[in-house]
């Protein structure tokens, strides 16, 4: 392994897959990018990003996208409610047996923070501990981010002309944004001192659900308007139609609001630079141009 070796980044073309690309690329990192589809990734990657196709429920793919490849960088998200073991605990197995086969020096995984203190009855919070825990049992070099919400997610309240929380979401969160976390994930493939660490990846400042949408309508977003569901009205609606990720959204809303952020952000901030984007500067980067 050297070097020069290519770093393989799976979920690459996702939403916080993407900022890892452009910081390791931006870095004159070698990347291989695996993707169930091809064009795909054309479109949503920077060119000079190899692509192979590929499905990680797929041991042949997987084999062929990880040979060669010094580090491997994992970036799953279950869609439906069957995904959470399918993809993000039997995915996570698949990498780190296809990755210590091929002989990979490092291993980086996406987890979320609290997890670690969090209660495993909740899907979501049971996915992530079963991925974490098949990570550290193997002799892969790993570093796992337990990160916050991110600010790239307020994105995703936003239906038409709202933006919608579900449930009461009283839960203050250090907001973090994708490109300090990806500028933590870089350094750190690099650093001897993150291997077989598991780092709390905590943003500047709290706010609550509400609090940071505030902000982000009233800076970037003034044309939506702030509204919120109960979690039992949308967990009805998504029984009563049936809707794979509705129920999903449900599931992790109902998370959100059991998991408060734990652990110490001491080392990750020491050892790969704090992130200190301000909710309002990043608000304002997104703010439209007139
Ligand atoms: N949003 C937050 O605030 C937050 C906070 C902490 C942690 N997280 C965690 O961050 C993780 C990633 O989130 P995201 O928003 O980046 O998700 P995303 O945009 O949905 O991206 C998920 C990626 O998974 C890949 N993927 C899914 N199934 C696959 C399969 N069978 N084979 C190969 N690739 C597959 C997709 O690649 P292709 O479609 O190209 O195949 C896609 O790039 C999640 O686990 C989430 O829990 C999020």
Known sequence: VTESDPILVIGATGMLGRPVVTSLYNQGKAIRALSRSRSDATARLPQGIEIVE??????????????????????????????????????????????????????SYLSAAGIESADPKLLPVQAKQLAEAAIMSSSVPYTIFRATHFMESLDLFVRGKKAVIIGQQPIPFHYLAAK???????RALNTAE???????????????????????????????????????????????????????????????????????????????GAPDTRLEDWCKERRPRI
């Open 54 to 107: 590929g499905d990680i429920r797929d041991p042949h793919s997987l084999a062929v996208a990880l040979k060669g490849c010094r580090a491997v960088h994992i970036n799953l998200r279950a869609t439906r409610r069957d995904e959470f073991i399918s993809v993000e605990v039997d995915g996570v197995r698949a990498i780190v047996a296809a990755a210590e086969k091929a002989g990979i020096a490092r291993l």
């Open 194 to 272: 993150a291997v077989n660490q598991a780092f709390t990846i905590l943003g500047p400042e709290p706010f609550t659900m509400r609090e940071a949408l505030k902000k982000y309508i009233t800076i970037a977003r003034p044309d939506l308007s702030l509204t919120s569901l109960p979690l039992w009205f949308f967990k009805l609606l998504s029984r009563l139609t049936g809707k794979a990720d509705m129920l999903h959204v449900a599931t992790l809303f109902d998370a959100f609001r059991q998991i408060p952020e734990a652990g110490n952000t001491e080392p990750a901030n020491r050892i790969l």
């Open 180 to 186: 300090d976390y990806a500028r933590m994930v870089t």
